[in-house]
């Protein structure tokens, strides 16, 4: 990786933490600049203006749900590693600085949005829906999970819990809290936690 190409990943990576913490409107390029040690100018090189910053997150979360579920979205397979993989990434994020998600970061602020960065940012949740609504569908067409209603949902229900926890996590930091609230959906599915942890490696 060149230098440019990594100054903009790194510029990328300290946005997101930003956002994550402070909002979209609670950070500037100069945030940025100071932690990273570089000017201003460094920063419009790649990112002309937030809006463009702000995108370049939404695609680098994008891109991550792409990679990590292509395969399951083209041929199926199991769909308890699956859902272990959403607990998972969950926690690395909690863990890594990123208290609550980009939905979350940016759904405080999203009436004053830019129009490219709402459909940026719907079409990066419709993906996530679509996902974990056809996880759920395998799971329970191949007796992995029991529930009743709609996948569709059920797989919003799970969103939205998750989304509500991590902003209570964060106001009122609970070890545990987290894994704690995965078991009860793990239970909602008719899954033994421990079982389902053992069929995720």
Request: glycine content about 6%; aromatic content about 8%; overall charge neutral.
């Amino acid at each position: 990786m060149n230098a440019n190409a990594n100054t903009r990943e790194e510029i990328v990576d300290r946005a997101c933490e930003l956002l994550y913490r402070r909002g979209l409107n609670g950070f500037s390029y100069r945030d940025i600049a100071e932690q990273l040690g570089i000017k201003n100018a460094a920063i419009h090189y790649h990112f002309p203006n937030k809006s463009d910053l702000v995108k370049a997150v939404i695609e680098d979360n994008h891109q991550t749900l792409r990679k990590t579920t292509a395969e399951f979205m083209a041929y199926g397979g199991k769909a308890v590693p699956q859902l272990e993989g959403l607990f998972a990434f969950t926690l690395h994020e909690c863990s890594t600085g990123r208290p609550v998600c980009m939905v979350g970061a940016l759904a405080v602020d999203y009436d004053e949005l830019p129009e490219d960065i709402k459909r940026s940012h719907d079409k990066f949740l419709q993906e996530m829906r679509t996902w974990l609504t056809r996880v759920l569908e395998v799971g329970r067409e191949q007796k992995e999970f029991q529930f009743a209603g709609q996948p569709r949902i059920k797989a919003m229900s799970i969103l939205a819990t998750i989304q509500g926890a991590r902003q209570m996590a964060r106001a009122a930091p609970c070890n545990g809290c987290l894994q704690e609230l995965f078991d009860q959906i793990r239970l909602d599915l008719g899954l033994h936690p421990d079982v389902a942890r053992e069929q995720s490696h």
